[in-house]
């Protein structure tokens, strides 16, 4: 979808911002929204760049930084982190040698750590982009990095 | 599209909210019409006049799913009387750490909630309705849509539904990763396309809500459970649970137990049953330690309280909170310590900044429980510092979120004192 597009999709209502920026942030391969599109959404949607950038600035899943194709969120609230998060997530960091909020080298991961995902009973879990992973371990970790590589490779 | 296997637990003699999850296709909308769907819609729109349904919920006792227990019925009478445009908004953000149920709802169910929401604007006077779900929730997000979308083609939804007269239609929003969205008022301002900050109160939402006009902000379970409340009636309704928590809830057993799900159980049920017959015990036949129930927001309680009964008064009594239903088991070897370090970093990191109280407190806890494990000299005792903040921070925060800091620290502290003041010594 390009921007003309999700445009098209929906009404210049102010309370369809947030579903326009999540269309945009989806489709243009950056995961992430630049400030040329906020004016044009702002434009849009005869509101002032800065209340754009600012609802833009308020919410975790938003970015005006590019991302990696792939963003992993690593849930850190007291039930995951209670079955282990807090090493998965150093395990992450190590194997991905990224820091939080840091891409890899080749664009492919973003990491980021999460509050509770909502689904708790399969702790320690993670999503990356929409697909939610539970009960992990560091080899489960390490075979998901793996088959998404791979994926990429064949892409 | 399921992407994760949740383990529901049922007893099918309580089972309201949860009746028709995993055993329906929440694809089809035939399936739940086979299961008796829609037709407490039916005998409203045809024999109930609006405010024989809000007395009827009323009645019932119903009180707010979303943490705070609220009678429903009293919630929908302040907005009955008022004129002009109203609505009615789901608040399906769902963030409270250990709570999943509103998901499984909608993704299980998610007609049962749209009727809900349709006999609620019908009982107030609405005829738009939004369910704000969060980001994280895609799989909630695309069945919903799916649902509300037949609903409209086979006539629920729209105008003149059944011939009555009324009309209502629905809308889905999204939120984008804010836990403080899910304060009714921030979830109003996020739904406007604004930063999630929470509006001062009064004017409550049901008076001044979305665009300033009367809203109904109710929680996913609650509204599910109208249905069943207008077909049954109010009566069958308050034969289960206590007299004061009428009905059921639906829990979520977390952590270190054997069996780790959601169970929908009678108010009143104990954290025993909970735990050992639906949770199946201690994973390596551990003992217990604690429980921290309610969330983030929720309170840490020691293994001489198993039998407790979960209901709001029984709660209350103990100067505990049910709030969205979690119950999270931990296990001997547990340090309560960092567990309580895990619950301040997230009130830190979801704290919305916009009162001060809440934005220094929270990093100022944080900072001293740090001093304490790492034996840095403080001056004065280090818990009662963290005690008075703490409850300057209950007295002084624009929200609820910044109010909460003191539920898990002051539990932790009475029932665990010896542990927590021996850290890094
Ligand atoms: C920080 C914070 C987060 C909240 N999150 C939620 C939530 O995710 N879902 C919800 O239904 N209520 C949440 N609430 C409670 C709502 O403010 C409100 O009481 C509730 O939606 C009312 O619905 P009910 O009467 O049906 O319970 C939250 C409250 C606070 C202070
Ligand atoms: S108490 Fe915290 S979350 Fe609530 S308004 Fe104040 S800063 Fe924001
Ligand atoms: S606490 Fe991690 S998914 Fe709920």
Redesign the interface.
């Known amino acids: 979808m390009n921007i003309g597009e999700v445009f098209n999709k929906y009404e210049p ?7 326009i ?2 269309d945009i942030q989806g489709s243009n391969g950056t995961q992430s929204i630049d400030e040329e599109t906020l004016k044009k959404v702002a434009e849009y ?1 005869d ?1 002032s760049l800065s ?1 754009v950038y ?2 833009v600035s ?5 970015s005006t930084k590019p991302r990696g194709k792939y963003i992993i ?1 690593i849930c ?4 995951c ?3 282990g998060s807090k090493s998965l997530l150093e395990h992450l960091k190590e194997t991905l040698k990224i820091d939080v909020n840091e891409t890899t080298h080749d664009k492919m991961f973003t990491l980021e750590t ?10 320690p879990a993670m ?1 990356i982009n ?5 009960n992990l371990t560091e080899e489960k970790v390490n075979s998901i990095l793996e088959k998404l590589r791979s994926n990429h490779e064949n892409d | 599209m399921k ?2 296997n ?2 529901i637990m049922l007893d099918s003699k309580y089972a309201i909210v949860l009746e028709n999850v995993g055993k329906i296709d929440p694809m089809k909308i035939s399936d739940y019409i086979e299961n008796n769907g829609y037709e407490a819609l039916r005998k409203a729109l045809s024999d109930m006049k609006p405010n024989e349904v809000v007395e009827s919920v009323k009645k019932s006792g119903l009180r707010g799913r979303g943490g705070a227990g609220f009678p429903t019925g009293l919630k929908w009478s302040i907005t009955v009387p008022l004129k002009g445009e109203k609505f009615i908004l789901c608040n399906a953000d ?7 149920k509103d ?1 499984l709802i909608m993704e299980g169910d998610p007609h049962k909630l749209i009727e809900g929401m349709i006999l609620a604007g019908y009982a107030v006077g609405a005829h738009k309705g939004y369910i704000y779900i ?5 799989n909630s997000i695309e069945t919903m849509k799916h649902a509300i979308e037949e609903a409209r083609k086979n006539g629920y939804l729209g105008e003149n539904i059944f011939n009555s007269g009324f009309s209502f239609d629905i809308k889905v ?7 403080v969205c899910g304060e009714e008022t921030a979830l109003i301002e ?7 900050n929470p509006r001062i109160k009064p004017p409550f939402p049901g008076i001044k809500g979305v665009w300033n006009k009367p809203t109904v902000v109710n929680n996913v379970e609650t509204l599910a459970n109208i249905p069943a409340i207008i077909d049954k009636g109010a009566e069958w309704f308050t034969s289960i649970g206590t007299e004061k928590s009428p009905g059921t809830k639906v829990f ?1 057993i ?3 137990v054997n069996n ?3 169970v929908e159980a009678p108010f009143g049920t104990t954290l025993r049953e909970l735990i050992y017959e639906y949770g199946k015990g201690i994973k390596g036949g551990k003992e217990i330690k604690a429980v ?1 129930i309610g ?2 927001a929720g309170v840490f309680l020691p293994k001489s309280k198993l039998n407790l009964k979960m209901d709001y008064e029984t709660l209350k009594e103990n100067n505990a909170v049910l709030g969205s239903g ?1 119950i ?1 088991v ?1 296990d001997e070897d ?1 340090d309560i310590f960092d ?1 309580l370090v ?2 301040m ?2 009130f830190k ?2 704290s ?1 900044g916009q009162c001060s109280p809440c934005r220094i407190g929270n990093p100022m806890i944080l900072n001293i429980l740090d001093k304490i494990k790492r034996k840095k000299d403080l001056k004065g005792n280090k818990w009662e510092i963290i005690l008075k903040t703490a409850s300057a921070m209950k007295e002084t925060s624009l929200c609820a979120l910044g109010q909460s800091a003191i539920m898990p620290i002051s539990s932790a502290y009475t029932y665990f004192k010896d542990e927590l003041e021996n850290q890094g010594e």
């Open positions: 209502k102010k309370e369809n911002l947030l579903l920026l999540h949607l509101m209340q600012g609802v308020f919410y975790t899943m938003y969120r850190q609230s007291p039930t982190h209670l079955m999460s509050s509770c995902l909502g689904v708790c009973s399969e702790a999503m929409d697909t939610v992973y539970g | 992407t994760i949740d383990n769902e963030g409270e750490p250990g709570t999943f998901r969060r980001g994280e929730y895609k929003n999204m939120g984008a990763g804010a836990y996020s739904l406007e396309g604004k930063r999630g979520s977390l952590g270190h780790p799900g959601a921290l969330g983030a979690a999270l931990m547990t567990m895990n619950v970093e997230f990191e979801e919305c």
